[in-house]
């Protein structure tokens, strides 16, 4: 029976252990913290339950013009908390388990891999097949003072008690823009700030723009090209920010949201040799490092730091750890997903990244506008737009922005995967009326074809 050590127990760990153990491997899963990580406890499971109520909340007060009538529809901020954390409790309950149901040893400790196969815990030597899954935390520049009380990371916002006045958010990414979408929701004033030329720079520029707008007519302002050049906490009378144009800001709190930072440094990955290139452990298909034995996956390897990318990462190296021979082909078929007020997702290459690599390309383009289903339920916001190499036919990237895009894109990632064309998706019938509706129809839009577009 091989055995198998999990050094972490996020959404990549803990599917690994799971994973291995259904593979009749003996596993141990090292956590120091809860089972689940970041993405369980801190990140996309309570900001989801967040948005979900909010989402509620937004519909009820747009409601009267639809015939919901409804008074005095409020938000009541302590029972709203303790719904989210409900939420993950019953899932970090469901996750221990599974362990237990799958016979994984689940050891509280903080580990170190100390050798080729060899992880030490609680003073406890271990040997076996490693697998790496210590995830990320959120980037802490030197030039901020985290106090957990004025100056915040994502970690500290969601330990809040009650709402705040008003709210300045320092990176206009994912998380960013997410936050902002649900303080706005609670009534905070919300000032967004990115150094870089726009929001979600990331994504597809247009796509940005679209967001931009939605989120400025909820009252959000947003600062691109700015940068906070100091910040001073008057204790009682909230922060000062002093912003590159020479405005100062003041607001009740501040966030700190310029991405995460791998957790490699102290795990002694270094030490046992590991290769690491620009902050990331190098591996390769079968996701093995260079050292026998020894898997890693998830934040701490290239790639997107995406909950799903570990989960989807653990397979592929728990049937290695145990004896196969998989291969995880990444490439770039994983979606990206933003929870803001309107959802933006996207697969594979923007427009400008399309064009940069050399390919020549059509584009399609629906707006959900155009679509029943999106008109019954009084959610027209946002397009979908698919970009398609014109000599091959071949789904370079996807992007939609509006209702529920991310589950939508789940479509795309399949269309991907099987390598299936633009005429493909188009040509395949979708049920109707539905908001999966707006990718056949920008399908179509490619060849000038879409029944609903004027």
């Known amino acids: 029976m091989k055995e198998v050590i999990v050094l972490g127990a996020g959404p990549g760990g803990y599917v690994a252990a799971i994973k291995a153990a259904k593979l009749r491997a003996q596993v141990k899963l090292i956590e120091k913290g809860e089972v689940g990580g970041t993405c369980l406890n801190r990140g996309c499971i309570p900001t989801k339950a967040m948005l979900h ?15 919901l009538e409804a008074d005095n529809v409020k938000i009541n901020f302590e029972k709203f908390c303790t719904y989210r954390d409900d939420v993950v409790k019953r ?42 899954a210590t995830g990320s935390s959120p980037s802490r520049p030197s030039f901020f003072s985290f106090d957990k009380e004025y100056i915040l990371n994502s970690d500290d916002i969601l330990a809040l008690k009650k709402i705040p006045a008003s709210l300045l958010i320092i990176g206009a990414g994912a998380i960013g823009v997410e936050f902002a979408a649900i303080f706005n929701s609670l009534g905070t004033k919300v000032i967004l700030i990115e150094m870089l030329p726009r929001i979600i720079p990331a994504e597809d520029e247009e796509i940005a723009q679209i967001l931009a707008k939605e989120m400025g007519k909820k009252g959000i302002i947003i600062k691109t090209g700015a940068k906070v050049e100091n910040i001073k906490v008057l204790k009682e009378k909230g922060v000062k920010i002093k912003v590159s144009s020479g405005e100062e800001v003041f607001v009740e709190k501040v966030l700190v949201a310029v991405g995460r930072t791998p957790n490699i440094a102290g795990m002694g990955f270094e030490d046992a040799g590991v290769k690491i290139e620009n902050g990331k452990i190098d591996v390769n298909s079968r996701l093995e490092t260079n050292i026998p034995d020894v898997f890693a996956i998830g934040d701490i390897t290239i790639g997107p730091l995406l909950a799903h990318k570990a989960s989807s990462q653990a397979i592929t190296a728990a049937v290695n750890a145990a004896g196969g021979n998989e291969e995880f082909l990444m490439g770039d078929i994983i979606p990206a997903c933003i929870y803001s007020f309107p959802e933006v997702a996207r697969v594979g290459l923007t427009e400008k990244e399309a064009k940069a690599a050399g390919h020549k390309t059509k584009i399609g383009k ?67 009326p539905t908001l999966s509706e707006v990718l056949m129809e920008a399908c179509h839009a490619v060849y000038g074809q879409s029944i609903h577009l004027p």
């Open 91 to 132: 899932l970090r309950q469901g996750i221990q388990f599974l362990l237990r149901k799958n016979n994984v040893e689940l050891i509280k400790g903080e580990g170190r891999l100390t050798g080729h196969g060899e992880v030490t815990v609680n003073g406890n030597k271990l040997q076996g097949r490693v697998i790496l």
């Open 53 to 67: 109520v909010l989402s509620l909340y937004e519909a009820t007060k747009r409601g009267k013009a639809m015939g």
């Open 366 to 432: 629906f707006p959900f506008r155009g679509l029943g289903k999106a008109q019954a339920i009084s959610q027209v916001e946002g397009m979908a737009k698919v970009i398609v190499n014109s000599e091959t036919e071949e789904i370079l990237g996807v992007h939609i922005i509006g209702p529920h895009a991310t589950e939508l894109i789940g479509e795309v990632s399949l269309a991907r995967r099987m390598e299936a064309t633009c005429n493909d998706i188009a040509t395949t019938c979708h049920p109707h």
